[in-house]
């Protein structure tokens, strides 16, 4: 039986987006999107229409429990199957007086790096020990790099999960990875974690020219890496066959 009783989650701020993949029910692509807000905390919901919501919007959606996931805070959007179409019915985002959708990033950017200062409390060995949904990470070492996608590699057993299937990721010769470190007191056997990206924009980019290693490997040029000007965070998510296994669903990076 499915679990059809519907709630709502109000003023959540979205913080970033799996890549679109096929939600089988419609027919159509849908993304996986993590919000927060101070008192409901991180929740991931799914699915969304591709083009649907941006990150740093607010929003109010009504949700259902899932019944096959059992990731802490997961949720989702109710009725989708039905209301694909017309999914504003339940994902609802916040407007200014003029009418046009809010930007927390551009209205009020020095609020969001405070918030993300803030959220970036987290080891990786945190989240996986309490097997939590999300949670951003201050790197002290960040080490972008491509992964032959040919070869049996990390990402494999992840290519079935719901939320990480990446459209043709077959197609994709080269996967962004990431290694870090954390900086805040971490318990992991190994202190280097190892993690494919899953951010939209990097597939976008390679997708121009898919086997060409040097253009690929410039999908990093924007993290601005070594660049002290920047600071970065990580926004790391679990999959659901694996929860102790998590995807980095955003490399947030400002000039400080
Ligand atoms: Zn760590």
């Not at 991931?44 to 229409?49: D, F, K, L, V």
């Not at 941006?54 to 990731?71: H, L, M, Q, T």
């Not at 290519?159 to 990480?164: G, P, W």
Request: net charge positive; glycine share 4%.
């Amino acid at each position: 039986m499915e679990n059809t009783e519907s709630f709502s989650l109000k003023n959540m701020i979205v913080l970033g987006h799996g890549a679109p993949n096929q939600v089988k029910k419609v027919k159509d692509q849908g993304r996986c999107a993590c919000i927060w807000s101070e008192k409901t905390g991180f929740c991931r919901i799914y699915p969304i229409p591709h083009g649907y919501l941006y990150d740093w919007e607010i929003i109010d959606v009504e949700v259902r429990k899932p019944s096959n996931d059992g990731r802490e805070n997961t949720f989702i959007v109710y009725n989708y199957e039905k209301d694909w179409k017309k999914m504003y019915e339940h994902i609802k985002v916040h407007k200014n007086e003029k009418g046009n959708r809010i930007n927390l990033w551009k209205s009020r950017r020095q609020d969001c790096i405070d918030t993300l200062r803030l959220l970036a409390v987290d080891s990786f060995s945190d989240l996986r020990d309490n097997r939590r949904s999300f949670g951003i990470i201050k790197p002290s070492i960040i080490e972008p790099f491509l992964e032959n996608n040919r070869e049996k590699s990390i990402q494999q057993k992840t290519l079935l999960d719901f939320d990480n299937l990446i459209m043709n990721q077959k197609d994709y010769k080269w996967i962004p990875c990431i290694k870090y470190s954390c900086s805040t007191k971490c318990n992991a056997k190994n202190p280097i974690h190892k993690s494919k990206i899953v951010e939209w924009g990097c597939y976008v980019w390679m997708k121009k020219n898919p086997n060409n290693e040097e253009h690929c490997k410039k999908v990093f040029d924007n993290y601005h890496i070594n660049d002290n000007k920047y600071e970065h965070y990580l926004l790391i998510g679990n999959t659901r066959v694996h929860p102790k296994s998590y995807i980095i669903v955003k490399v947030l990076r400002f000039k400080k």
